[in-house]
């Protein structure tokens, strides 16, 4: 049995599988995202410990007694800063949070190789651009800074006792040379750092510490080793056999990604399309990231008064795909691809009287579905070709989004079995990797097939004066414009 640990933004989510990939056992607790001030987005480290040991313990301890080995998945970008004590000096800054964005632009001027070497425009949900903001707004904390860890990163720690990390998750901080999978030190000084602050790094596959005696006692588990694991949405991909050259993933968790594996690093950071080490030795992937999802159905939810998202997406089925004018940016928290405008929020737009909490439902789903497809397009114009995408994630529930998803972006969505486990099932084939062996294409085997949504030319159609009139929209929208 292999344990896979996700530390998500909304939750933990604990997963047991077996050497077939098949998930025997599952644990989760949740999370809160703490907003005190505009554009701002943290969390508390030791929230994230609390809640992977209660996801940890909601499994049978027969099943826990079983395991051999742990991988972790996690949340991108987070700056978790510790101190000389290893004790977190403030909450962690988290990957939606948008207060960098002044640090961005001096962060390209002292570091004019930056999207050479990271391949990588330089964001605010980015580690880096948080450090640079740390030091000129807290410098007292900067300069007590002597490590920085990623959220599941920080999680090992208190684990293992070891300060380290993956490819897939360092990529995502603009420190690391991607093409090289180390650290730059021209990208670290940039932001007055060294690689005495930074974890050792580790490929997602190999070991990355052993569980702590009283971890272990704590859990109910040996002392297993803890491989290195991978970024959630690198993780996700191992999780539903996206190991190889333009195998394609499509993932609706709190923010929304399409994910490409690729062969060889190929970055084009001047549409904002992400380019990364995977979480497998030399694999690389391309992403475009949309900062808000199914975030979006769980606020249009609590805006209209709907249980949950399965009331939501009834609403929006009652109301039918394309039948109503109304518009909805789902920028909430700003946007990446194709954008990167951490300062535009979203809207409702052409709203009449007849708007309805049904119609506004559908606009959401739409919305999302618009805003994929415009990352959908800018991973082709990077050479992307893409004929398919497997679904992961909690909104790989719904077959109703699905099928406007699919009618917008014009492409094939696969929905597998367990498909809405994700990273957490990535990191438990990782664990197995590690501890085991064997072939990547192997051990990180596709699920099997639950349904295929084909894009309908019909509401494809329908949906084409939508979709226009979405992408026109933006620019009216922005902070500039208003």
Not at 229 to 236: L, M, P, R, S
Not at 249 to 265: C, E, H, K, P
Not at 369 to 394: K, N, P, Q, S
Request: proline fraction near 6%.
């Amino acid at each position: 049995m292999f344990l896979g640990i996700d530390i998500g933004t909304s939750g933990v989510k604990a997963v047991v599988s077996d050497t077939h990939g098949a998930v025997v056992a599952q644990g989760v607790a949740a999370l809160t995202v703490q907003r005190t001030q505009p554009l701002w987005s943290e969390q508390d480290p030791a929230d994230w410990w609390a809640a992977t040991t209660a996801a940890v313990q909601g499994i049978d301890p027969s099943i826990r007694r079983a395991v051999r080995g742990i991988g972790l998945a996690g949340q991108m970008h987070g700056a978790t800063l510790l101190g000389a004590d290893d004790l977190p000096l403030r909450p962690a800054i988290l990957w939606n949070d948008g207060r960098s964005f002044d640090e961005c632009a001096g962060l390209e001027a002292d570091a004019p190789r930056l999207r050479e070497i990271s391949g990588n425009i330089a964001m605010p949900g980015f580690t880096a651009p948080k450090l640079r903001w740390v030091a000129r707004n807290e410098p007292e904390i900067f300069a007590k800074t002597r490590s920085i860890l990623l959220p599941k990163d920080y999680v090992r720690l208190l684990m293992t006792g070891d300060k380290a990390s993956d490819m897939s998750d360092a990529a995502g901080t603009l420190w690391l040379d991607v093409a090289a999978r180390d650290w730059s030190d021209i990208l670290l000084d940039a932001c007055s750092l060294s690689r005495s602050q930074m974890p050792t790094l580790v490929e997602g596959s190999a070991i990355g510490g052993r569980l702590r005696r009283d971890v272990a006692e704590l859990w109910g588990m040996a002392q297993v080793p803890v491989a290195g694991g991978g970024g959630d949405n690198a993780a996700g991909a191992a999780g539903v056999g996206v190991v190889s050259d333009g195998k394609a993933l499509l993932s609706l968790g709190t923010s929304g990604v399409i994910f490409v594996a690729n062969d060889r690093f190929t970055p084009n950071p001047a549409r904002a399309v992400h380019a990364f080490c995977h979480c497998l030795p030399s694999m690389w992937h391309q992403m475009s990231v949309h900062l808000s999802a199914a975030s979006c159905i769980d606020w249009v939810a609590r805006l209209t008064g709907a249980s949950g998202a399965a009331e939501l997406f009834q609403r929006a089925e009652a109301a039918g795909a394309a039948n109503g004018p109304e518009l909805f940016l789902p920028y909430l928290s700003g946007e990446r691809t194709p954008h990167n405008d951490a300062q535009v929020r979203g809207a409702f737009l052409r709203l009449d009287n007849d708007s309805s909490p049904e119609r506004l439902a559908q606009a959401v789903l739409e919305g999302v579905a618009f805003a994929l497809a415009d990352g959908l397009d800018a991973l082709r114009e990077a050479g992307a070709a893409i004929g398919e995408l497997a679904v992961i994630g909690g909104g790989a529930r719904s077959r109703y989004w699905g099928e406007t998803l699919a009618a917008a972006m014009r492409v094939s969505l696969v929905y597998l079995q367990g498909g809405e486990v994700g990273p957490a099932l990535g990191a438990a084939r990782l664990a197995q990797l590690a501890v085991d062996g064997g072939a990547p294409a192997e051990v990180c085997a596709a699920p099997p097939i639950a349904h295929v949504v084909h894009p309908d030319p019909v509401l494809t159609d329908r949906l084409a004066p939508k979709l226009a009139a979405f992408r026109k929209a933006y620019p009216r929208i922005t902070p500039r414009s208003l």
